[in-house]
């Protein structure tokens, strides 16, 4: 099945980029996802990116998908202490979100 | 709008006991799920609900764990009985409609299970 991994913990001072990392496994995942978690919540969705795409900007949020190495990354602009939180990758399929599969979550610490 | 309710917030029980979360989606939202949330991982879809039909519960351990949606709104997780390994935050989200492209998943705030 699909393996989503990313990298535990990133530390950034308030004002500079942060750029968290995922690599997946199945190259048929047709999504991949952006989500935030933070303390005592649920997950919120950031934003997403087809398969067929290279980069998809939102404001602050840039993403980028290396499709052939199957590497996923979002880079978070100015990074302010209210983006503390873990972000977590997840990959899916066309037709059904539920299908989607979650890395282990990344801890962004933004230091003032 | 309000958002996904999920209750209670915490439960502590022991080992062998039985337990029951209760979610209430966004009112119009078709497809609910059940994930379940472990210390330091991602959560892993445990069931998927379209209206009040299983669309898929392949991650659901069926000799402990039931989930039902009765009248495709709220719906109810069931465990029984507990096991340490359960121990975890139980989420539950929903969507308009499971079977779009992209579909936009509201998460609740989750149920938080300790298992002595």
């Not at chain 2, 989606?25 to 879809?45: N, R």
């Not at chain 2, 445990?46 to 039902?68: H, W, Y």
Request: net charge negative; with cysteine.
């Amino acid at each position: 099945g699909e393996d989503v991994e990313q990298s535990l913990f990133l530390s950034v001072r308030e004002g500079d980029s942060s750029v968290i990392n995922c690599t997946y496994t199945d190259s048929s995942s047709t999504y991949l996802y952006w989500y935030k978690q933070e303390p005592g919540a649920g997950l919120q969705l950031l934003t997403y990116i087809f398969s067929n795409m290279d980069m998809k900007q939102d404001q602050r949020l840039t993403v980028l998908l290396n499709k052939k190495d199957k590497h996923l990354s979002l880079r978070i602009a100015d990074t302010q202490t209210g983006d503390s939180a873990i972000y977590f990758c997840a990959a899916g399929f066309e037709g059904n979100a539920g299908k989607s599969t979650f890395g282990d979550g990344t801890t962004l610490t933004v230091k003032p | 709008e309000a958002g996904v309710a999920q209750s209670p917030r915490y439960k502590i029980i022991e080992k062998r006991q039985s337990v029951a979360f209760w979610c209430n989606p966004i009112s119009g939202h078709a497809t609910l799920y059940w994930y379940q949330q472990i210390l330091g991982q991602g959560p892993k879809l445990l069931i998927q609900f379209q209206n009040n039909g299983v669309v898929d519960d392949s991650q659901l351990p069926k000799d402990r764990f039931s989930a039902e949606r009765l009248k495709g709104v709220d719906s109810t997780l069931k465990i029984q009985p507990a096991k340490l390994e359960d121990s975890a935050v139980y989420l539950c989200a929903s969507s308009l409609d499971g079977s779009g492209q992209v579909n936009e998943q509201f998460f609740g705030p989750g149920t938080r299970l300790t298992v002595l």
